[in-house]
C-alpha cells in the first residue's frame, strides 16, 4: 500500500495517540460478549512469493485461496474495490474457506471514489447483495472514502449511509486531512457513525500520522497496519499496539480485524505472525499463526 508510506523513517515518532474520548464512550456502552474475537491477515491472496513459504512448493495459483484460508482467519479483500463479484464468484469465496474464516470487502471504487457516495443506490444494493452471500464468512465491509473527500461532504455520507439495510457490516476510512482539523466535523462525524451503528477504520502509516485518529464508534475493531519491512519498529509498534488493545477488549472491545501490510506483501506473514502469537500471549487467545517455513536457498546444498 503506497498509502502514507516513506522511503526514510528515521524522523518518524510511531507513539500511539491517546484513546479519543469517543472510544472510552463506545466501549462503556459496548454489549459484554465472553469471548474476544482476532482476526489477523494480510491484504491478498494471489502472491506467488508465498509460494514453498506458506503454501506448498507445488501450489498452483488456483489454489492460493484455499491455502491462505488455512493459514490467516481473515482477509482485507481489495480485489472487491475495481469490480464487484458474480454469485458464483461469491459461492467459490464461500465454500473455500473454512468455518470461523471472515473476508472483509472494500466497497467498490465505483461508488467511493469515483461517484463519492451521490447517486450509487444501485451499485450498492448489488454490493450489498453480493457480499451478503458470504453469510458467516462475512465480516466487516470497508468503505475509504477517496483522498477528495473532504468534510464539506458530510451529506453525501450520512445519505448514503441511512440507505443502507440496518446492521449490515461497514466501517468508514477517512483520509482527508479535514476530518482530523475540525473539531466540530469530526465529532458530527463520529456521533452519526454511532447512532447508525458503524464503524471507523484506522490506519498505522508512517506517513501519515492524523489518520491514527483512535477514535471508536461501534466495538469492532479495524486497522490497517503498515509495516516497514520487518524494521524493528514494525515490532514495538506491534508490541504497543496489544498492549493498547488489551486494554479496550477489558472496557467493552468485541473482535478486532488487523489488516497486515508490507512492501508487496512480501513479508506481511511474518508480520502476521508476530501479531497473532502476542494476542495469544497477551490475552490468552488460540488464535491459530501462519505455519512459515523455511525457503532453500538455490545451491545452498552444495
Excluded at 508510506?5 to 465472553?34: E, G, Y
Excluded at 470497508?142 to 458530510?154: E, R, V
Excluded at 506491534?238 to 512480501?266: K, V
Amino acid at each position: 500500500m503506497d498509502f502514507g508510506k516513506l522511503d526514510n523513517i528515521k524522523n518518524v515518532d510511531f507513539t500511539l495517540p491517546d484513546t479519543h474520548q469517543f472510544t472510552t464512550k463506545t466501549l462503556a456502552n459496548a454489549k459484554h460478549i465472553p469471548k474476544k474475537e482476532v482476526y489477523v491477515g494480510p491484504p491478498i491472496w494471489a502472491n506467488k512469493e508465498w509460494v514453498g513459504k506458506i503454501y506448498p512448493t507445488n501450489a498452483k495459483d488456483k489454489d492460493f485461496l484455499y491455502h491462505y484460508t488455512r493459514q490467516f482467519n481473515t482477509i482485507e479483500l481489495n480485489v472487491t474495490h475495481y469490480q464487484i463479484p458474480s454469485d458464483d464468484t461469491i459461492d467459490r469465496w464461500r465454500d473455500t474457506a473454512p468455518d470461523g474464516f471472515k473476508y472483509c470487502p472494500k466497497w467498490p471504487q465505483i461508488i467511493s471514489h469515483d461517484a463519492e457516495l451521490v447517486n450509487v443506490m444501485l451499485p450498492s444494493d448489488e454490493f450489498v447483495r453480493a457480499v451478503l452471500r458470504l453469510e458467516d464468512r462475512l465480516g466487516t465491509t470497508f468503505l475509504q472514502l477517496g483522498p477528495a473527500f473532504d468534510t464539506g461532504k458530510f451529506e453525501n455520507l450520512e445519505r448514503f449511509l441511512q440507505a443502507l439495510p440496518e446492521d449490515f457490516p461497514i466501517a468508514v476510512e477517512f483520509r482527508h486531512p479535514s476530518w482530523f482539523t475540525d473539531d466540530y466535523a469530526w465529532q458530527r462525524t463520529l456521533e452519526l457513525l454511532y447512532e447508525r451503528n458503524v464503524g471507523t477504520v484506522m490506519t498505522d502509516v508512517s506517513g501519515r500520522r492524523d489518520v491514527l485518529h483512535m477514535a471508536q464508534t461501534t466495538p469492532t475493531f479495524t486497522l490497517r497496519f503498515v509495516g516497514n519491512e520487518l524494521h524493528r519498529t514494525d515490532y514495538t509498534r506491534t508490541d504497543e499496539w496489544l498492549q493498547r488493545l488489551n486494554a479496550w477488549f477489558e472496557q467493552g472491545l468485541q473482535r478486532a480485524y488487523i489488516f497486515i501490510h508490507t512492501e508487496d506483501n512480501i513479508y506481511s506473514p511474518e508480520l502476521s505472525k508476530y501479531w497473532i502469537e502476542g494476542f495469544n500471549a497477551k490475552m490468552n487467545l488460540s488464535v491459530a499463526p501462519p505455519e512459515i517455513r523455511a525457503q532453500v536457498i538455490q545451491g545452498e546444498l552444495f
